[in-house]
C-alpha cells in the first residue's frame, strides 16, 4: 500500500499509508466500508438463527449489536443508489434468516415485513441521522469550517462527466428542497 504521508519521531519516519476521520478513510470510499460489514454480519447468521431465542429478542439483538456497528459514521455517508439498494437488501436478508424463511419460499419483501410486524427502518434511520447532523452543523457555532464548506463554492469550472452525488444533494433529494439556501435556513 502506497505511503500517504512520514511522520517522524525521535528522528524515526513513521509511514501512514491512511487518513481516519469519523470512520472514513481517504484511500476507501464509503461503498467499501460498507462492503466490509457485510461478512461481519452474515458470520452471525447462526446466533440470529437460535430456536431458543423468542423473536422479538433476535429483533432486539440485531437492532442493538448488528444495526449499531453498521450504521456507525452514517451520517457522513454519501448514499448513491446502489449503496441504498445494498443497504434495503441487507435488512430483508437479515429478516429472512430471523424467520429462517428459505429462497425457495418465494415470499415476497413485503410478505417478510408483515411477518416481523416492521417496517423498513435502516435506511431510514440513515437519512434521519443525515438531516439532524445538517441541523447540528447548521446551528453549531463551533461548526463555522464546516458550515463554510456546506454553503461555500468553488473557482472555476468542473470536470468533465457526469456530476458526482453529494452530502448535501442527498438530503436536498430527501427533503424535496432544490435550494440549499433554503434548506440551511429551515434547519
Known sequence: MQILKNIGIDDKDIGVNKNLYWNQTAIKKIEDDYTDEIPIQRRDKSFLCNNHLSLELRQRIVKCYVWSVLLYSAEVWTLEVSIMNKIKALEMWVHRRI???????????????????????????????????????????????LQLILKGKIEGRRSVGRKQVSWLKNIREWSQIPNAGQLFHIA
Open 99 to 145: 424467520l429462517k424463511i428459505p429462497w425457495t419460499a418465494r415470499k415476497t419483501n413485503e410478505e417478510v415485513l408483515m411477518s416481523v410486524n416492521k417496517d423498513r427502518e435502516l435506511l431510514k434511520t440513515v437519512k434521519h441521522r443525515k438531516v439532524s447532523y445538517l441541523g447540528h452543523i447548521v446551528r453549531g457555532s463551533r461548526y463555522k469550517i
